[in-house]
T-cell receptor
Framework: GAGVSQTPSNKVTEKGKYVELRCDPI?????LYWYRQSLGQGPEFLIY????????DSGLPNDRFFAVRPEGSVSTLKIQRTERGDSAVYLC?????????????FGPGTRLTVL | SQQGEEDPQALSIQEGENATMNCSYK?????LQWYRQNSGRGLVHLIL?????REKHSGRLRVTLDTSKKSSSLLITASRAADTASYFC??????????????FGSGTRLQVQP
């Protein structure tokens, strides 16, 4: 596609439930990033993939959060036993993944609401 | 605190005026980027300035970078109502480890009154 796409655009779930958020990066971009953004704040880094492997998962807040990118393209962010504090906009970005200057292209985000 | 911090937090101007936003950061960088966000969704990359550059232009945007002061500014000239958005600076999280993640500030919320 022309840009990064994310589905669903909105997700409402109940506390304790499991959710999956999907990201489809720009074709040819080897690097993929997940960020989380709370109201009035800038995005906070969660995890970065280079190809199929998670090159940096230091931003994941705890072991309820997990992400995969099995074929080096589409990625899924998985959240187990959701909590109200997980409510945020989850942003995905991709970049060419070359050394040096990583201009990132963002998707529209998934707004997650945990009731 | 975050690597990049924007100043001011909010800015309201009249259409046609110039808007200046500032960003400070803490660690070594090889580049600094500015992003724009409308209505809390979908950041759009505006401009990237490298650490060996002092100034860069793109249309009505002018970005400066002072690595000695660890600061950058974004100037939007002849603002339009459509420029109303939040603007974020972003820097590489950790150059020493080569981490690719970006660290964003809290942003400047710009309101351009028609």
């Amino acid at each position: 596609g022309a840009g990064v796409s994310q589905t669903p655009s909105n997700k409402v779930t109940e506390k304790g439930k499991y959710v999956e958020l999907r990201c489809d990066p720009i074709s040819g971009h080897t690097a993929l990033y997940w960020y989380r953004q709370s109201l009035g704040q800038g995005p906070e880094f969660l995890i970065y993939f280079q190809g199929t492997g998670a090159a940096d998962d230091s931003g994941l807040p705890n072991d309820r959060f997990f992400a995969v990118r099995p074929e080096g393209s589409v990625s899924t962010l998985k959240i187990q036993r959701t909590e109200r504090g997980d409510s945020a906009v989850y942003l995905c970005a991709s970049s060419l993944g070359r050394q040096g200057y990583n201009e990132q292209f963002f998707g529209p985000g998934t707004r997650l609401t945990v009731l | 605190s975050q690597q990049g911090e924007e100043d001011p937090q909010a800015l309201s101007i009249q259409e046609g005026e110039n808007a200046t936003m500032n960003c400070s950061y803490k660690t070594s960088i090889n580049n600094l980027q500015w992003y724009r966000q409308n209505s809390g969704r979908g950041l759009v990359h505006l401009i990237l300035i490298r650490s060996n550059e002092r100034e860069k232009h793109s249309g009505r945007l002018r970005v400066t970078l002072d690595t000695s002061k660890k600061s950058s500014s974004l100037l939007i000239t002849a603002s339009r109502a459509a420029d109303t958005a939040s603007y974020f600076c972003a820097t590489p999280t950790n150059m020493d480890t080569g981490r690719r993640a970006l660290t964003f500030g809290s942003g400047t919320r710009l309101q351009v009154q028609p």
